[in-house]
């Protein structure tokens, strides 16, 4: 009898248990409510910046020839000696190039001035037409003569053609030389540039270019303007083109050739970009999203979106996949789900620092 009243308690209990169950046999679990900052799209216009990595190249770098040959007499630079705009870089013995212009002006007066007996004798129609242009046909030819030998002189001094630096020597004093052959190379530091190379999805944006800074840490140099010079219309053998921005070489820069520079350039969003946090974007394999949230349902949506050139202060312009005025999840977008039900987080007050009261 007293084992008969144990298994009923045990029954009973049983059935007590059982009945706290719901219908699937599980325990019912409580939804999952996480916290998330949200941001309301907007359609302000802002300016798109995209950063070049580059280096700094001298304008132009050019080797320097004589126009004649001849021992070289004279050559007293030597790399990285500064040189102004016509100033006498190396000399050519001047000898012969002397003893020419003796002979064709001794020659030319002489010429002249049967030239100038004849004028005469023609003007008094003393003689005919024909024997005036052989006098004249020689003294145009002994005038030219002696004028290119004139040159030639002038032609034995080799003068720089701007201010610059002396990059290379490629002769030494006393060395026979020939016409057109390297002496020395000079570097125009006047102005310098920035050399980068971007890709096709880049190209349309810089060429749009509304302004641009350059940054060369190593010369101290910091948002210092700089133009737009060209863009490269065909592609290099990695696909990329070049670019290049110019900026006066101003006397109290420390900026030389070879150094490493980087350029921001801005350009002017089109007006139907809308602007969102950068925060909010995520990516999935090739595929750019944003979590949208719906107040009413208080529930997320994954939505696909394109986006421009990323904007300054950490906004990116999206061109399509939202609308103005949707709200967007700037926070935790990698812990959400699909349909998840989230409550947007209140912004602290500005006498609440931090959200800490």
Aim: aromatic share 8%.
């Amino acid at each position: 009898m007293q084992i008969r009243n144990i298994l009923l308690v045990v029954a009973v209990a049983i059935l007590a248990l059982s009945g706290c169950k719901s219908s699937t046999g599980e325990a019912p679990l409580a939804e999952t409510i996480k916290y998330v900052k949200v941001e309301t799209i907007n359609d302000g216009v802002v300016q798109n910046s995209m950063t070049l990595n580059g280096k700094v190249k001298e304008k132009s770098l050019t080797s320097l020839s004589f126009r004649v040959g001849g021992p070289l007499k004279k050559l007293n630079v030597k790399p990285g000696d500064y040189v102004r705009g016509g100033q006498v870089i190396a000399e050519i013995d001047k000898r012969d190039y002397e003893l020419q212009v003796a002979t064709t002006k001794a020659q030319f007066e002489q010429v002249e001035g049967e030239y100038n007996r004849y004028k005469q004798l023609i003007e008094q129609n003393k003689i005919p037409e024909n024997t005036f242009e052989k006098i004249k046909s020689g003294y145009l030819m002994a005038k030219t003569a002696y004028e290119n030998a004139q040159n030639q002189l002038r032609d034995t001094e080799l003068k720089a053609p701007f201010s610059g630096y002396i990059y290379e020597k490629f002769a030494e004093n006393f060395q026979t030389v020939g016409a057109g052959m390297p002496i020395v190379s000079i570097i125009d530091n006047s102005h310098l540039e920035v050399v980068a190379s971007v890709s096709e999805s880049q190209l349309n944006k810089v060429k749009n270019d509304q302004e641009s800074f350059v940054n060369v840490a190593n010369a101290g140099i910091t948002k210092m303007p700089v133009d737009l010079f060209s863009v490269g219309e065909k592609a290099k053998k990695d696909g990329l083109y070049e670019v290049k921005f110019s900026f006066e070489n101003q006397n109290q820069m420390n900026v030389v050739p070879g150094m490493t520079a980087e350029v921001t350039v801005f350009c002017k969003a089109e007006a139907n970009h809308l602007s969102v946090s950068q925060t909010a974007i995520f990516h999935e394999k090739t595929t750019t999203y944003v979590w949208i949230f719906n107040p009413s349902t208080s529930k997320v949506e994954k939505r696909e979106v394109t986006i421009s050139l990323d904007g300054t202060k950490g906004r990116v312009n999206l061109v399509s996949g939202v609308q103005n005025g949707e709200q967007v999840v700037t926070a935790g977008v990698h812990y959400l789900v699909e349909g998840q039900k989230v409550k947007p987080l209140e912004n602290p007050s500005v006498t609440n620092i931090g959200g800490l009261l």
